[in-house]
Structures are given as structure tokens and as C-alpha cells.
């Protein structure tokens, strides 16, 4: 695994933590779970991309086709 994986995520979620409290002291509380919610989908995706590369890794070493 590479560090900058989890650099990335970490940047992610420090980001999308920031703009949810500003959007929640602005009474935004309706977008600020939006915002939430698309965080955590772009963390998924970069997990289920990282999840399949695992996966083919592991086909290739032991010839699974």
C-alpha cells in the first residue's frame, strides 16, 4: 500500500470536516450532510479501486483465471 493513499484520504476527510462545520454554524445542516455523504463516496471509490488491484494481484500470483 502506498502512503499517499492514506494522505489522500486523510485530506479528504479533514476537508469535507471543515466545510460541514462552517455549512453547520451557517444553519446549512441540509447541505452539510450532503457534503457528508459525497465525501464518503469519493473515499469508497478510491477503497473499492484500491480493493480490486488487491484482488488482481492475488489472481495473477496464484494463475486464477
Same mark, same amino acid.
Given at each position: 500500500?502506498?502512503?499517499?493513499?492514506?494522505?489522500?484520504?486523510? +485530506?479528504? !476527510?479533514?476537508?469535507?470536516?471543515?466545510?460541514?462545520?462552517?455549512?453547520?454554524?451557517?444553519?446549512?445542516?441540509?447541505? +452539510?450532510?450532503?457534503?457528508?455523504? +459525497? !465525501?464518503?463516496?469519493?473515499?469508497?471509490?478510491?477503497?473499492?479501486?484500491?480493493? =480490486?488491484?488487491? *484482488?488482481?494481484?492475488?489472481? =495473477?500470483? *496464484?494463475?486464477?483465471?
Amino acid at each position: 500500500m502506498d502512503v499517499s493513499i492514506i494522505i489522500k484520504i486523510a +485530506a479528504i !476527510g479533514i476537508l469535507i470536516a471543515i466545510i460541514t462545520q462552517i455549512l453547520k454554524k451557517s444553519d446549512r445542516d441540509d447541505i +452539510a450532510t450532503l457534503v457528508s455523504i +459525497a !465525501g464518503l463516496i469519493i473515499v469508497l471509490t478510491l477503497i473499492i479501486n484500491m480493493v =480490486s488491484e488487491l *484482488f488482481e494481484n492475488i489472481k =495473477s500470483i *496464484f494463475y486464477l483465471y
